[in-house]
T-cell receptor, first 111, second 114 residues
Framework: QKEVEQDPGPLSVPEGAIVSLNCTYS??????FMWYRQYSRKGPELLMY????GNKEDGRFTAQVDKSSKYISLFIRDSQPSDSATYLC???????????FGQGTRLTINP | NAGVMQNPRHLVRRRGQEARLRCSPM?????VYWYRQLPEEGLKFMVY????????ESGMPKERFSAEFPKEGPSILRIQQVVRGDSAAYFC????????????FGQGTRLTVV
């Protein structure tokens, strides 16, 4: 079993839709939870991070962490074609120096 | 302030040759991390280095792979006697201190072994 599971998609939605991306994990030591966006042939770009449980909002993006269920989500409101990319969840434990990534979900927003 | 710079962006090597991948961290960053991304997979940690020290190489294959981060110059990921299975995108990230959440990734080097 992988430490972090993420549905690879692909996921295709119309412009303006609300997008929900999810990851599950098995390691209860994980404390930091990140979402990265990766455009084709580019490096990952940090979108949001959350420490421990709870919600965090940044513009059209909302990150949620439910540690009791070992489940994290990223919501994108009013999705735009420019949001089309692969979204990677990543996490790490307190004091850990390496990130554990999910497989990534390929998202396409159709105009 | 330039971001994390990796070169070359694309590298083609024949089986048995050596591959050298370079990473210049962001200015002021002294911590470097290397990750490998196989097609349709997420990033896998390889090694964590500080200047002149390898801190964690738990993700590095035991043979043929090595990494360094000298006092002067870029970090180098070296793969000796490459095989087709080494074909992947290799990403470097840097942070100003021990990893919190501020790790910035480079654009990657795409290695193709023919």
């Amino acid at each position: 079993q992988k430490e972090v599971e993420q549905d690879p998609g692909p996921l295709s939605v119309p412009e303006g839709a609300i997008v929900s991306l999810n990851c599950t994990y098995s390691n209860s030591a994980f404390q930091y939870f990140m979402w990265y966006r990766q455009y084709s042939r580019k490096g990952p770009e940090l979108l949001m991070y959350t420490y421990s449980s709870g919600n965090k909002e940044d513009g059209r993006f909302t990150a949620q962490v439910d540690k009791s269920s070992k489940y994290i989500s990223l919501f994108i409101r009013d999705s735009q074609p420019s949001d089309s990319a692969t979204y990677l969840c990543a996490m790490k434990g307190q004091g850990a120096q390496k990130l554990v990534f999910g497989q990534g979900t390929r998202l396409t927003i159709n105009p | 302030n330039a971001g994390v710079m990796q070169n070359p962006r694309h590298l083609v090597r024949r089986r048995g040759q050596e591959a050298r991948l370079r990473c210049s961290p962001m200015k002021g960053h002294s911590h470097v991390y290397w990750y490998r991304q196989l097609p349709e997979e997420g990033l896998k940690f390889m090694v964590y280095l500080q200047k002149e020290n390898i801190i964690d190489e738990s993700g590095m294959p035991k043979e043929r792979f090595s990494a360094e981060f000298p006092k002067e110059g870029p970090s180098i990921l070296r793969i000796q006697q490459v095989v087709r299975g080494d074909s992947a995108a290799y990403f470097c990230a840097s942070s100003p201190g021990q990893l919190g959440t501020e790790a910035f990734f480079g654009q990657g080097t795409r290695l193709t072994v023919v």
